[in-house]
C-alpha cells in the first residue's frame, strides 16, 4: 500500500512541476484581399503572404529555437470594402498555405451561406483545424476563397482579421 502512495505522490509532483503551456494570441489584422474582375461565377481565390517572425510574436518571451507547440485560428472576421454594397458573394473559405511540398492546405474557417452583408462578416473556425505547423514556416499564405453568384466585371477588396491562439 506503500508503494502505490509513494507513486500517486510522486506522478503528482511530476505534474505540479512540469512547465505549464504559454498562450499568446496573434492577429493578422485589416489583411487585404484583391479579386481582379473579370470574376466568374464560382470560387476565386485571392492570397496574403504572412510572413512569420517567432521572435516578433512572442516578444519577451521567445527564445532560440522555440517553437509552437499548438496553433489554432479562434477567431475570423472578413469585410467586403469595394465595391460598396457587394452582395455577389455567397460564402468565404479562409485556408492556409505553405511553399513546403511536405505541408498541405489546411481550411481554417467557413461561412456559408453569408447572411449579413453589412459591415463584418463572421466566420466559423474549424475546431479540428490544426495551424500549427505552418508557425515553423518563414511565410505563409492566407487563402481566402470567394464563393460568386454571378460573373462580376469588377474589382473586389475584401480585408480580414484573423485571431490565432499560440501554445508554447
Known amino acids: 500500500m506503500k508503494n502505490?502512495?509513494?507513486a500517486l505522490?510522486?506522478?503528482?509532483?511530476l505534474a505540479?512541476?512540469?512547465a505549464a503551456d504559454k498562450t499568446k494570441n496573434f492577429k493578422l489584422e485589416n489583411i487585404e484581399f484583391e479579386y481582379?474582375?473579370?470574376l466568374f461565377e464560382g470560387s476565386n481565390a485571392a492570397q496574403y503572404v504572412a510572413k512569420i517572425n517567432?521572435?516578433?510574436i512572442l516578444g519577451a518571451d521567445y527564445e532560440d529555437g522555440m517553437e509552437i507547440d499548438e496553433a489554432a485560428l479562434k477567431k475570423a472576421f472578413v469585410e467586403i470594402v469595394e465595391p460598396e454594397g457587394c452582395t455577389d458573394i455567397s460564402s468565404f473559405v479562409m485556408s492556409l498555405a505553405s511553399d513546403n511540398p511536405d505541408l498541405a492546405m489546411q481550411e481554417l474557417a467557413v461561412v456559408n451561406p453569408i447572411k449579413?452583408?453589412?459591415g463584418k462578416i463572421k466566420l466559423k473556425p474549424s475546431p479540428s483545424a490544426d495551424a500549427t505547423d505552418y508557425f515553423a514556416e518563414k511565410s505563409v499564405y492566407v487563402v481566402?476563397?470567394?464563393s460568386f453568384l454571378k460573373d462580376v466585371d469588377a474589382n473586389v477588396l475584401v480585408k480580414g482579421t484573423f485571431e490565432f491562439e499560440?501554445?508554447?
Not at 505522490?9 to 509532483?13: A, E, I, P, Q, V
Open 4 to 6: 502505490i502512495a509513494f
Open 9 to 13: 505522490f510522486s506522478l503528482f509532483l
Open 16 to 18: 505540479a512541476c512540469g
Open 36 to 38: 481582379s474582375g473579370p
Open 54 to 56: 517567432l521572435k516578433e
Open 116 to 118: 449579413s452583408y453589412g
Open 144 to 146: 481566402l476563397d470567394a
Open 166 to 168: 499560440l501554445k508554447y
